[in-house]
């Protein structure tokens, strides 16, 4: 945990730093609510939010904080997490693919008794939204957390800010 320390304080400086550009536009761009299966050990079903937070520099790069509870078939698991999601596409087309990567705090019922835990991870997402209607999409998505130890697919809705 020390080691993670020093990276999140340099993340926070340059997250600051880059505020101060016009570039970053921060704010509430959309949400979503997913549905899940975590694939490590037994399994677990899992619900997840996301809320997309701002673009970085362009408006296909998102900065998206979100949240994952597992449960069932073992301990209940948690994943609050902050990625940073680059979109192929502009949001006007049909089929958006996107790609990204964060880090996220994992935690688990008991975890004050469980050696590493709770545990700063890598994390990988490969997505895709298609146009169900307006400003709403299906979202699937692959997160590939634990440097590529645990696997997790999604399905949901997400929602955009309309222009």
């Known amino acids: 945990m020390t080691r993670i320390?020093?990276?999140?304080?340099?993340?926070?400086?340059w997250a600051a730093a880059a505020a101060q550009n016009d570039p970053v536009q921060l704010g509430l761009h959309g949400?979503?609510?997913?549905?899940?299966?975590?694939?490590?050990?037994?399994?677990?079903?899992?619900a997840s939010f996301a809320v997309d937070m701002g673009n970085l520099y362009t408006d296909r790069l998102r900065l998206r904080p979100s949240?994952?509870?597992?449960f069932g078939w073992g301990d209940n698991t948690y994943v609050a997490n902050v990625e940073?999601?680059?979109?192929f596409t502009a949001d006007t087309v049909v089929a958006v693919p996107y790609?990204?990567?964060?880090?996220?705090?994992?935690?688990?019922?008991?975890?004050?008794?469980?050696?590493?835990?709770?545990?700063?991870?890598a994390q990988f997402v490969l997505g895709f939204e298609?146009?169900?209607?307006?400003?709403i999409n299906w979202v699937l998505e692959y997160h590939a957390e634990d440097?590529?130890?645990?696997?997790?697919?999604?399905l949901g809705l997400t929602s955009r800010r309309g222009n």
């Not at 899940?36 to 899992?46: H, I, K, M, N, T």
């Not at 949240?67 to 597992?70: F, I």
């Not at 298609?130 to 400003?135: D, G």
Request: aromatic residues 12%; glycine residues 14%.
């Open 5 to 13: 320390l020093p990276i999140l304080l340099a993340l926070l400086c």
């Open 31 to 46: 949400f979503a609510a997913r549905v899940g299966v975590d694939f490590e050990g037994q399994g677990q079903a899992l």
């Open 67 to 70: 949240a994952e509870l597992g």
């Open 84 to 87: 940073a999601v680059y979109r």
């Open 99 to 121: 790609l990204g990567g964060g880090v996220a705090l994992f935690g688990q019922e008991g975890c004050g008794e469980i050696e590493d835990c709770p545990a700063f991870w």
């Open 130 to 135: 298609v146009r169900l209607r307006n400003h």
């Open 147 to 154: 440097a590529f130890r645990r696997h997790r697919i999604f």
